[in-house]
């Protein structure tokens, strides 16, 4: 009994040694993935295949014959072109209230959006910005292209 009490001490506390990785909450879900595109996370990058958990402060990015689709936990709907670079940097949902608050950088490329239950219950909590400028939401669907974007 003593020796299996030692063992989940271990664990735990290996657990909590990798809790920063964990910090991060998740946005959302790849739901489609074509040609060449990314997941930048952590300095690291990974395949953005259907399925893979999409997190706060992650970057897709996606090449010349690239494309993915993402679906956020409050059913917004992300689709990014050729030559994108999207980053997720703020979202936070409550399922039961639908309150958050969503900010996501369209830094370079295409991005067409179908916002979701936080911008139908709260739109002044959701925005889109490029290098030049903040798009306000209002429970809409639309299409935003940065032509010459930063690639960072």
């Known amino acids: 009994m003593i020796k299996s009490h030692r063992v989940t001490a271990f664990m735990l506390a290996g657990m909590a040694f990798c809790y920063p990785a964990w910090a991060a909450e998740v946005a959302g ?44 936990r409050d059913n917004t709907r992300l689709s990014a072109g050729p030559n994108s670079l999207i980053v997720i940097e703020k979202f936070a949902f409550n399922s039961s209230t639908h309150d ?24 002044e909590s959701v925005d889109f910005h490029t290098p030049t400028s903040v798009l306000g939401v209002r429970g809409t669907e639309f299409i935003v292209e940065v032509e010459n974007g930063r690639d960072d």
Do not use: F, Y
Request: glycine share 16%; proline share 1%; aromatic share 0%.
């Open 29 to 72: 879900m790849i739901k489609t993935s074509s040609g060449q595109a990314v997941i930048e996370r952590n300095g690291e990058k990974l395949a953005a295949t259907v399925g893979t958990r999409v997190l706060v402060a992650d970057k897709l990015r996606t090449g010349g014959d690239g494309a993915v689709g993402v679906t956020l």
């Open 100 to 123: 958050g608050n969503m900010s996501v950088g369209v830094r370079k490329g295409t991005l067409s959006v179908a916002t979701g239950k936080i911008a139908k219950r709260t739109p």
